[in-house]
T-cell receptor, first 111, second 114 residues
Framework: DAKTTQPPSMDCAEGRAANLPCNHS???????VYWYRQIHSQGPQYIIH???NNETNEMASLIITEDRKSSTLILPHATLRDTAVYYC????????????FGQGTELSVKP | NAGVTQTPKFRILKIGQSMTLQCAQD?????MYWYRQDPGMGLKLIYY???????DKGEVPNGYNVSRSTTEDFPLRLELAAPSQTSVYFC?????????????FGAGSRLTVL
C-alpha cells in the first residue's frame, strides 16, 4: 500500500472551511484514498473515499489531484465537534480492510 | 443495530495474568479486526479475520491470540499480560466487496497492565 504524508496538526476557525492535505505520491492505479477521523478516545469513524473523481457526502468533500499524488479533505463549515485526528489511508479497493493508520493530522477547531 | 460491541470497557491486569477481550458485531460483516492504540500514536493492526474459521496476523500479533468460530464474534486473548500491552484496543468489522475498506469500529477497551 502507498505511504501517505500528512501535517501533524492544523487549526481552523469555527464556521470556516477546514482543508486537510494528504500526500500519496507513490499511489498506484488501483488504490483508493480513504479518510477516517478519530474524536478523542473514540473508535475511528469512516468519512469518505475516492479513486480519481472528486467526491462529496454529508460529512465532507474529497478533492483528488489529476495525477492522484495528493488529495484534500474539506470540511465545509467546521464546528467544535470536528476537532479530531484525521487519517488519510490508501488501499486497494475490496482487498479486505487491513487499513494501516499513520499518525494523522490533529485538527483543532477554535471558536 | 448495536454495531460493534466491545467488552469490557476498562480492565486492570497484573503482569502474567490472562484475559479475553470480547467483540461482537450484528451487521453480518465477514471481515473483523483487532487494533491497538498506544498513547499519542496511530492504530496498529494486531489480527484480522476474513470469515469464520479464518484468521491472520497483522502488524503486531506477538502476545495475542484470536479465534473466529462464528461470523458475529471475534475474541482477542492475552495469555501472559505484560506492561507493554497497556493500550486501548479497538475491534472493527467490514463487509466484503464494495464495503471492505469501510470499517465500523467499536468504542474501545482500555487495558492497563501493572
Amino acid at each position: 500500500d502507498a505511504k501517505t504524508t500528512q501535517p501533524p496538526s492544523m487549526d481552523c476557525a469555527e464556521g470556516r472551511a477546514a482543508n486537510l492535505p494528504c500526500n500519496h505520491s507513490t499511489i498506484s492505479g488501483n488504490e483508493y484514498v480513504y479518510w477516517y477521523r478519530q474524536i478523542h478516545s473514540q473508535g475511528p469513524q469512516y468519512i469518505i473515499h475516492g479513486l480519481k473523481n472528486n467526491e462529496t457526502n454529508e460529512m465532507a468533500s474529497l478533492i483528488i489531484t489529476e495525477d492522484r499524488k495528493s488529495s484534500t479533505l474539506i470540511l465545509p463549515h467546521a464546528t467544535l465537534r470536528d476537532t479530531a485526528v484525521y487519517y488519510c489511508i490508501v488501499r486497494v479497493f475490496n482487498q479486505g480492510g487491513k487499513l494501516i493508520f499513520g499518525q494523522g493530522t490533529e485538527l483543532s477547531v477554535k471558536p | 443495530n448495536a454495531g460493534v460491541t466491545q467488552t469490557p470497557k476498562f480492565r486492570i491486569l497484573k503482569i502474567g495474568q490472562s484475559m479475553t477481550l470480547q467483540c461482537a458485531q450484528d451487521m453480518n460483516h465477514n471481515y473483523m479486526y483487532w487494533y491497538r492504540q498506544d498513547p499519542g500514536m496511530g492504530l496498529k493492526l494486531i489480527y484480522y479475520s476474513v470469515g469464520a474459521g479464518i484468521t491472520d496476523k497483522g502488524e503486531v500479533p506477538n502476545g495475542y491470540n484470536v479465534s473466529r468460530s462464528t461470523t458475529e464474534d471475534f475474541p482477542l486473548r492475552l495469555e501472559l499480560a505484560a506492561p507493554s500491552q497497556t493500550s486501548v484496543y479497538f475491534c472493527a468489522s467490514s463487509e466484503i466487496n464494495s464495503g471492505a475498506n469501510v470499517l465500523t469500529f467499536g468504542a474501545g477497551s482500555r487495558l492497563t497492565v501493572l
